[in-house]
């Protein structure tokens, strides 16, 4: 018979024994460990333990599910009426679904009980109060297309397809900047500085990116210093292992200055592969929304290329 209970502090050893008897799924991290479990989600300011849920068979821990809520407007602190189950994990020997949907339903239960509108299965963008740096790629996609398992299950529990994200990859070890006239006017007419472990912009984002080593590259002019654009990166290594190839997501490129020249975007990731190249860093994961043309234009005219599309699944309950 399963029971479900809260979080224990003792149930840590348990997790990551879930974790790393699932094998081989790329949208996990490599690497698991009890400190890294506590760095990256245990330690947010907001972590309740009644929204991590364990499942258990007769003494043994066979299954956990993790609940959550997105941020307010303007990222000031949680928006209750937003849920979120941010993972969702059974041991790789206990193949009844029944397992995974009672789980689900216990994790939607305490949503609906502390007001949540509408839950998103697994977050995308803002909707990531834990497991950036444990669960996808650069950002959460969602659930991967090429995760089957994930996308039937929550097919089968009522979610519909939302929003889409295209995730890209560059290896950057042979990379040479463009040498065409707009890169060397806007050299000669910009600068770049290079800042790491940024303020974050938000309560949101200290406490989501906060832990994460991160590098946040600016393009000025050189007479009046106007900041024409921003790009922010973070070390993914707690994704990919110590072990692998060096890897740096990028969180986000945007224009602060509208007046800013033509070319200045891709002007800014190409010196940014550059400096990274040098660094050692060996690949660039990056994301969008399927929708956004100017962005996917962006990443493809640098050279990114499509690995994978993410889907955001999501069920009203208000």
Not at 27 to 39: K, V
Not at 147 to 175: H, L, M
Not at 195 to 222: E, K
Not at 293 to 305: I, K, N, S
Request: glycine residues 8%.
């Amino acid at each position: 018979m399963i029971s479900y209970r809260p979080f224990l502090n003792s149930d840590v050893p348990h997790i990551v024994a879930i974790w790393k008897n699932r094998g081989h799924d790329p949208a996990l991290t490599r690497e698991i460990s009890a400190d890294l479990f506590d760095r990256l989600v245990l330690s947010k300011l907001y972590f309740d333990r009644h929204g991590l849920i364990m499942a258990l068979e007769g003494d043994a821990i066979v299954g956990f599910v993790h609940a959550g809520f997105g941020p307010n407007a303007d990222e000031s602190q949680l928006d209750n009426s937003r849920g979120v189950i941010s993972l969702l994990l059974t041991r790789a020997d206990c193949n009844d679904a029944q397992i995974a949907d009672g789980l689900l339903q216990q994790a939607e239960n305490y949503l609906a009980s502390r007001g949540a509108q509408s839950i998103a299965g697994i977050g995308v963008g803002a909707l990531c109060p834990f497991y950036l740096g444990l669960y996808g790629g650069c950002d959460l996609p969602g659930v991967f297309d090429s995760d089957q398992e994930r996308t039937e299950f929550f097919k089968r529990n009522g979610y519909s397809p939302q929003d889409r994200i295209v995730c890209y990859r560059k290896e950057i070890t042979a990379f040479r900047p463009s040498p065409n006239r707009i890169t060397m006017r806007l050299r000669r007419s910009q600068q770049i500085e290079f800042v790491s472990d940024p303020a974050a912009r938000s309560w949101w984002d200290a406490c989501t990116q906060g832990c994460l080593p991160q590098l946040l590259a600016v393009t000025r002019s050189l007479g009046a210093k106007e900041i024409f654009a921003k790009a922010l990166f973070w070390d993914m290594q707690t994704l990919t292992g110590p072990a692998a190839e060096r890897t740096m997501g990028l969180s986000r490129v945007e224009i602060s200055d509208p007046a800013a020249p033509p070319g200045t975007a891709e002007y800014l990731l190409e010196e940014c592969f550059h400096y990274l190249q040098q660094q050692g860093i060996q690949h660039v994961l990056g994301q969008c929304a399927e929708e956004d043309r100017d962005c996917a234009a962006l990443l493809e005219g640098t050279g990114m290329q499509r690995y994978d599309t993410g889907t955001l699944w999501s069920k009203s309950i208000g």
